[in-house]
């Protein structure tokens, strides 16, 4: 059976860092793009970061570019969300999915595959 199982995240204070883990199950991550979303209840998912499996390309969008990293570690067959510098608007469940491709225009989260089970995020002094 093919799916993603997500670990990490917790509860942080401002400015500090964390690390989501999305991994493979039943699959090889090799032949995927994999992109990360979160979502606040009321509020629209957003599609923040992907990486590319070809080219190893990566996107970010404005929220969170300059703090946040994405890498693959095909060891683990994992993808690992770096979050540094946090900030409670960053609070929100987490989300990786498998998608057709890379790119802003990939990131509404409409063109997925798999997704994971989520993990909560909270930025709280």
């Known amino acids: 059976q093919k799916q993603l199982v997500q670990s990490g995240g917790g509860l942080v204070q401002p400015g500090g860092s964390l690390r989501l883990s999305c991994a493979a199950s039943?699959?090889?991550?090799?032949?995927?793009?994999v992109g990360w979303y979160r979502q606040v209840p009321g509020k629209e998912r957003e599609g923040f970061s992907c990486?590319?499996?070809?080219?190893?390309?990566?996107y970010f969008s404005n929220s969170v570019e300059g703090r946040f990293t994405i890498f693959r570690d095909k060891n683990k067959n994992t993808v690992e969300l770096q979050l540094n510098n946090l900030l409670p608007e960053d609070t929100a469940v987490y989300y990786c999915?498998?998608?057709?491709?890379?790119?802003?225009?990939?990131?509404?989260?409409?063109?997925?595959?798999?997704w994971g089970q989520g993990s909560q995020v909270t930025v709280s002094s």
């Open positions: 999915a498998t998608q057709r491709a890379c790119s802003a225009y990939y990131m509404d989260g409409t063109r997925t595959y798999f």
């Open positions: 039943g699959f090889s991550f090799d032949n995927y793009d």
């Open positions: 990486i590319g499996n070809t080219d190893g390309s990566t």
